[in-house]
């Protein structure tokens, strides 16, 4: 008897070894399957946009980018709506279009289909990155609700599909931000560096973001008290100043002045300081659009305070997030039917946002958020500025429902 029970218990001892040593590696590979499947049907969704959607002739944004990377490639300078060099915009994208441009061809006309191509498999990796960076902040479902919610949400499908720098932008930010959130864990010099120049190429693609780069340091000193976060900000600034150096160098050489990110910042704001579009811009066409804007802003909160505060919260709130930015073709009806989710996402993001704060979860991603909208908030709203918001309201929104569904214990992040 005691023989049998003593082989009894040899025999759980080598079960339990061979559980210990196949379920990793089964999770693991289960994990790389559905991160697998999540790309390939947010690409065939994204695809769809590209191949069976017509497209409407460039206009505005687009067209300017099309005929500035040209004009770049032919000429060899970067001027927004000008002949002449300038630094209206940041370089990112039309860089990013030159690459394109200069592999395959464009005496034939611009290679728009090999861009959109190229930005749909951009759009598709962000879903992976979004995947990761759910489970870096909670788990794998949260991970997953993420990665999904981002692969089927409409404006993120369709806005590959258009020549603009949403799409680039989210890849290069969400990207950053995954290693930001290593960073934050590791400390390594390396890993800091990296940090910095992935933010800084976001911030060429798209500037506004420039001032959160010292946020998630100062968070983590507080919550952790821990010096070594000095030195991982000093290493990632050294990142930042790495990409963004050349720009200033050229701006000095160029246009014999030093420009920290690019003229065009003034535009957005003036047009944002009157409420409810109550005043023609065009008349306020002044040499420093970025100081007169904010005098403008001042002026009205100290003559209208109550409708200048209405304006700059719930009024440009609404405008910013009140519906999706999402307009293919009206005969063109694929993912229509998932509108609705918008609102899904803006409600359970935002109020994630504040059971975040509450519970203490996710304050990072929380300060993210508000950051981010508060910066909105100061320029010219359209539905288009939530777009990088949005996937920041994703990861709460799935981590809400995971709470709910599962009660799983959240990490500190």
């Not at 559905?34 to 067209?63: K, W």
């Not at 992935?198 to 911030?203: G, K, M, P, T």
């Not at 066409?285 to 209405?310: A, C, D, H, R, W």
Request: proline share 5%; net charge positive.
């Amino acid at each position: 008897m005691k023989g049998m029970v003593k082989q009894m218990s040899k025999l759980k001892k080598q079960i339990s070894k061979i559980i210990s040593y196949v379920y990793p590696r089964y999770v693991f590979h289960l994990e790389i399957l559905a991160i697998v499947l999540v790309f390939i049907f947010a690409l065939l969704i994204r695809l769809n946009f590209v191949f069976n959607m017509n497209h409407p002739e460039l206009v505005t944004d687009a067209y300017n980018y099309d005929v500035m990377t040209k004009q770049f490639l032919d000429k060899g300078f970067l001027g927004y709506l000008s002949d002449e060099p300038n630094a209206v915009i940041t370089p990112g994208f039309p860089l990013f279009l030159s690459i394109i441009y200069s592999i395959f061809g464009y005496e034939n006309g611009s290679p728009l289909t090999q861009v959109r191509v190229i930005q749909s498999i951009l759009g598709s990796l962000t879903c992976i990155l979004m995947y990761l960076i759910g489970k870096k902040i909670k788990n794998r479902k949260v991970g997953l609700i993420t990665a999904i919610s981002y692969a089927i949400y409409p404006a993120f499908a369709w806005s590959n599909s258009l020549i603009l720098t949403e799409t680039l932008y989210n890849f290069l930010f969400f990207l950053y931000f995954y290693v930001q959130l290593i960073v934050l864990d590791k400390k390594t010099p390396v890993l800091s560096v990296i940090c910095g120049i992935l933010f800084a190429a976001a911030v060429l693609v798209r500037p506004l973001v420039f001032p959160l780069l010292v946020v998630p340091f100062i968070y983590d000193y507080i919550i952790h008290k821990d010096k070594r976060i000095i030195k991982s900000f000093l290493f990632t600034a050294a990142g930042t100043l790495l990409l963004m150096i050349p720009w200033w160098i050229r701006n000095i050489v160029t246009l014999n002045k030093f420009i920290l990110l690019a003229t065009q910042t003034g535009n957005p704001l003036i047009a944002g300081a009157f409420p409810y579009y109550s005043a023609d811009i065009s008349k306020y066409n002044v040499e420093n659009q970025f100081l007169s804007g904010i005098k403008y802003i001042m002026e009205g909160f100290i003559t209208q305070p109550l409708l200048y505060l209405k304006w700059f919260t719930i009024g440009k709130f609404n405008y910013i997030f009140g519906t999706a930015w999402f307009h293919p073709p009206e005969d063109f009806t694929f993912l229509r039917s998932l509108w609705l989710f918008h609102y899904v996402i803006i409600s359970l993001g935002w109020l994630g946002v504040v059971f975040s704060i509450i519970k203490n979860r996710h304050v990072l991603i929380s300060i993210f958020i508000i950051l981010l909208t508060g910066l909105q908030l100061l320029f010219v709203p359209e539905w288009r500025y939530a777009y990088s918001i949005i996937p920041f309201l994703m990861l709460l929104m799935a981590s809400l429902i995971d709470y709910i569904l599962w009660s799983s214990k959240p990490s500190d992040t």
